[in-house]
Structure formats: structure tokens, C-alpha cells
């Protein structure tokens, strides 16, 4: 199985923030890897796909980046509405999700 | 626009059968390109995929090592949906359960859409 794991696993942010988000794999998944938000009760929300393409409709203040091992999720300007938690999973071989990093108001 | 629909019962006993369903709209489970996969969400086991159905002139299912003993994805194609059977089910089996569309190659393998979600309890 591929490891993915994610740091921090709690952000605490002020709206306007800059805020990044890592994403680690446990070998190579070359660009292979998605980034979800999730709110609660509802189910996650594909933001960015093959590393660094943003899903359409997703604000552009969202960026992904990254490929190999190590990849980053980048919100340029937190808003109130970016306030969930965000998920990387990857599919180069089967499909394995990272354990989450929430983001909380400061 | 593609969308997923979830139904099934939100209680089962122990040593039970989990059985959920996915109704789509906007596909074909029949597609060429797509894959129809469930998914669980819990405290304990965080996003777990658990396996998936897809057509490419046959049917084919793959699973996660750690159901693989227990689970069963169908397609229905006279109703245009999926479903997700698993067997002997122990409290640690109670989560969230979702439905959700991928491709089958390397470079289709993001969720979207998903289904609302489906909050399965195993209790007595």
C-alpha cells in the first residue's frame, strides 16, 4: 500500500492568511494525486487533480503543486468559506487518502 | 452533469449484511471510462477506499486487501446503478459510506462526483 500523510494535521488561520498544506507519499506517485475539501456532514469536494490542475468551478486562490513524494496545497488568501478539512489521495497504484489537515479559525 | 444517489438502511446488526446502492444520472455504469467505487469514512479509519466496478467489454471488480474476504460490488444495468454488499460486519465496519465515479487508467483516478453519503451504524 501507498502511505500518504499529511501535515499539520490542525492549522489554525486568520481570513487573508496564506496557508499550505503538505502532502507526503510513502514512494513515487509521479503527478498522480487529487485534493479534496470537506465539510461536515457532506461529502469531500475534488479541488485539484494530477497534482496542480484545478477542478473547474474551484476559486483560483487554490493551487496544487508537487510531484514524486511531496506536494503541497496552497490557498493564497483564506476565506471563510475555505474554513473545512482537506484530504490529498493518490492513484498511481489503488487509491489511498492522507489522514486530513483541518483548517480553524484563529 | 453527473450525480450519485445513495439508498440503503442505516442500522445492521452484527454478523450482518451492509447492503447500500448508487443510482446514477448523467452515465452509464456501462461506461468505457468511468468506474463506480465505494467508499467509508470514520474516526478511526479516515477515508478508506473500499473497491470498485467498471465495463471494458466485461465486468471486472477490484478491492481493498482488507474487505477483500467480505465485499461484493454489482453493477445493475436495467436501473443504472451500483451496489456494495458487505458481509459479516462487526462495529468497526460502522461509518460514513459513499459512492463515487473514477476512471479505471492512471490518469482518471480523482472522485467526483460523490454521493451524499450514507451514515451506517452496527449495533444490536
Known amino acids: 500500500d501507498i502511505q500518504m500523510t499529511q501535515s499539520p494535521s490542525t492549522l489554525s488561520a486568520s481570513v487573508g492568511d496564506r496557508v499550505t498544506i503538505t502532502c507526503r507519499a510513502s514512494?513515487?506517485?509521479?503527478?498522480?494525486l487529487a485534493w479534496y475539501q470537506q465539510k461536515p456532514g457532506k461529502a469531500p469536494k475534488l479541488l485539484i487533480y494530477?497534482?496542480?490542475s484545478l477542478e473547474s468551478g474551484v476559486p483560483s486562490r487554490f493551487s496544487g503543486s508537487g510531484s514524486g513524494t511531496e506536494f503541497t496545497l496552497t490557498i493564497s488568501s483564506l476565506q471563510p468559506d475555505d474554513f473545512a478539512t482537506y484530504y490529498c489521495?493518490?492513484?498511481?497504484?489503488?487509491?489511498?487518502f492522507g489522514q486530513g489537515t483541518k483548517v480553524e479559525i484563529k | 452533469q453527473v450525480q450519485l444517489q445513495q439508498s440503503g438502511p442505516g442500522l445492521v446488526k452484527p454478523s450482518q449484511t451492509l447492503s447500500l446502492t448508487c443510482a446514477i444520472s448523467?452515465?452509464?455504469?456501462?461506461?468505457?471510462?468511468?468506474?463506480w467505487n465505494w467508499i467509508r469514512q470514520s474516526p478511526s479509519r479516515g477515508l478508506e477506499w473500499l473497491g470498485r466496478?467498471?465495463?471494458?467489454?466485461?465486468?471486472?471488480?477490484d478491492y481493498a486487501v482488507s474487505v477483500k474476504s467480505r465485499i461484493t460490488i454489482n453493477p445493475d444495468t436495467s436501473k443504472n446503478q451500483f451496489s456494495l454488499q458487505l458481509n459479516s460486519v462487526t462495529p468497526e465496519d460502522t461509518a460514513v459510506y459513499y459512492c463515487?465515479?473514477?476512471?479505471?487508467?492512471?490518469?482518471?483516478?480523482?472522485?467526483?462526483?460523490w454521493g451524499q453519503g450514507t451514515l451506517v451504524t452496527v449495533s444490536s
Open positions: 463515487a465515479r473514477d476512471g479505471v487508467a492512471v490518469t482518471w483516478g480523482w472522485f467526483d462526483p
Open positions: 448523467g452515465d452509464s455504469v456501462s461506461s468505457n471510462s468511468a468506474a
Open positions: 466496478t467498471y465495463y471494458r467489454s466485461k465486468w471486472y471488480n
Open positions: 514512494q513515487s506517485i509521479s503527478s498522480w
Open positions: 494530477k497534482a496542480s
Open positions: 489521495q493518490q492513484y498511481n497504484r489503488e487509491r489511498t
